[in-house]
Every structure is written in structure tokens, then in C-alpha cells.
């Protein structure tokens, strides 16, 4: 148990459009769910964190505004690149904590590779 | 703030070859240890982790342990295989509340036959 996906797993978009991904708990409720950055031989980059039916909490130098996230059910968080531009070309991962598991437990989904042209 | 340090790849390493990749960390309260693991295209799955001092996590052959005297959990593994092929990932979290995960930059394993 404890899968979670995303989709699209790949995306290519025209610059100014905004593109929506969706992380889905496929075999469990998400209390939490946590969206990251992963710049080429970088390490992950934390953007927000989502809970379940009130809004996310950003890290800082994120903005909101720009990259809108969803938690609207247990299984299902959105995140939303507005208006994108070739600098938000990236490799986008949710993560999701199960309620009720102990903190530091975060199931990855694979991952969604955004290239804005 | 907290941090983990781990060596830059990539290692390049034969199969059968020992391994070590070293970790550090810098943490203001009692952290807990990860190893996560990234294979091609794919996000991370958790390889080990470790709550407390001392402590050794395991899997599939892979081995670290958490030392507090020296603030690091190298990973290590006897023998690697073509399929280890990856980049491993050493992240810690705090054991005060619902903290989130903080990674190192990762470090890329690359095995030939």
C-alpha cells in the first residue's frame, strides 16, 4: 500500500499557458501533502506544504500567487504553474503523509517533468 | 537552520565493489535519518531511516548508521549491482511536531557490469 501518482508524468507547454498537476493517495487518506522542485543535479527544493481543505503554506522565495495548490480531498492535491515561463521547466514531486502514520512518513509519487518552450 | 551535506557525484563504482556515501547533517533538535533513492525517471522511495542515536537502518543489502558524536549516516553497501544504478538521496527531519524533510543535493551511483 501506500502508492501515490501524478499526472501528467510529462508535459510540454507553450509560454504563458498555465498547466495543472495533479498528486493522487491511491490506497490512502492524505492529510498532508507536500509539493517539491527538483532542478537538474539538485537536490529537492520544498515548495509547500498542503492540508486537506484549508490553503498551503509556502517556503519562502515561493510565490503563491504563481504556483497555486489545491488539497481539496484526502486523496487528491493539485498544483497549478501559472502563466509559465522556461524558467518553471523543472521536475515537479508530490509527497503525501498518511493520517495517522508517524511524522516523518512521505510516500513519493514519480514525479511530473514540465518543459515550458 | 538545518542542513545535509553529502559528497558529489557521480561515484562510479564496479559491480561487487564496496560502497560509502557520506552524509552529514547539521540539525537544532533531535533529527531523524534518511536515505531515500532515485532511480531514472521515477521520484524517490525510501531506502533506510534511523530515529535515534545509534541506531542502523537497513534494506536490500544497504546499511547506515546514525551517529550523533559525529553527525553523520554514511550509507554503505558490501556489494553493489548494476540495478543500484542511482541517486541516493540523505535527508533528516526533527522530531518536534510535523516537520518536513530536509534533502541533501543527492548523489548520483552509477555501477558497470
Known amino acids: 500500500g501506500a502508492v501515490v501518482s501524478q499526472h501528467p508524468s510529462r508535459v510540454i507547454c507553450k509560454s504563458g499557458t498555465s498547466v495543472k498537476i495533479e498528486c493522487r493517495s491511491l490506497?490512502?487518506?492524505?492529510?498532508?501533502m507536500f509539493w517539491y522542485r527538483q532542478f537538474p543535479k539538485q537536490s529537492l527544493m520544498l515548495m509547500a506544504t498542503s492540508n486537506e481543505g484549508s490553503k498551503a503554506t509556502y517556503e519562502q522565495g515561493v510565490e503563491k500567487d504563481k504556483f497555486l495548490i489545491n488539497h481539496a480531498s484526502l486523496t487528491l492535491s493539485t498544483l497549478t504553474v501559472t502563466s509559465a515561463h522556461p524558467e518553471d521547466s523543472s521536475f515537479y514531486i508530490c509527497?503525501?503523509?498518511?493520517?495517522?502514520?508517524?511524522?516523518?512518513?512521505?510516500?513519493f509519487g514519480p514525479g511530473t517533468r514540465l518543459t515550458v518552450l | 537552520g538545518d542542513s545535509v551535506t553529502q559528497m558529489e557525484g557521480p561515484v562510479t563504482l564496479s559491480e561487487e565493489a564496496c560502497l560509502t556515501i557520506n552524509c552529514t547533517y547539521t540539525a537544532t533538535g533531535y533529527p531523524s535519518l534518511f536515505w531515500y533513492v532515485q532511480y531514472p525517471g521515477e521520484g524517490l522511495q525510501l531506502l533506510l531511516k534511523a530515529t535515534k542515536a545509534d541506531d542502523k537502518g537497513s534494506n536490500k543489502g544497504f546499511e547506515a548508521t546514525y551517529r550523533k558524536e559525529t553527525t553523520s549516516f554514511h550509507l554503505e553497501k558490501g556489494s553493489v549491482q548494476v540495478s543500484d544504478s542511482a541517486v541516493y538521496f540523505c535527508?533528516?527531519?526533527?522530531?518536534?511536531?510535523?516537520?518536513?524533510?530536509?534533502f541533501g543535493k543527492g548523489t548520483m551511483l552509477l555501477v558497470s557490469p
Open positions: 509527497s503525501a503523509r498518511r493520517r495517522g502514520s508517524l511524522k516523518d512518513t512521505q510516500y
Open positions: 490506497d490512502f487518506q492524505a492529510t498532508t
Open positions: 535527508a533528516l527531519t526533527l522530531n518536534s511536531g510535523y516537520s518536513t524533510l530536509t
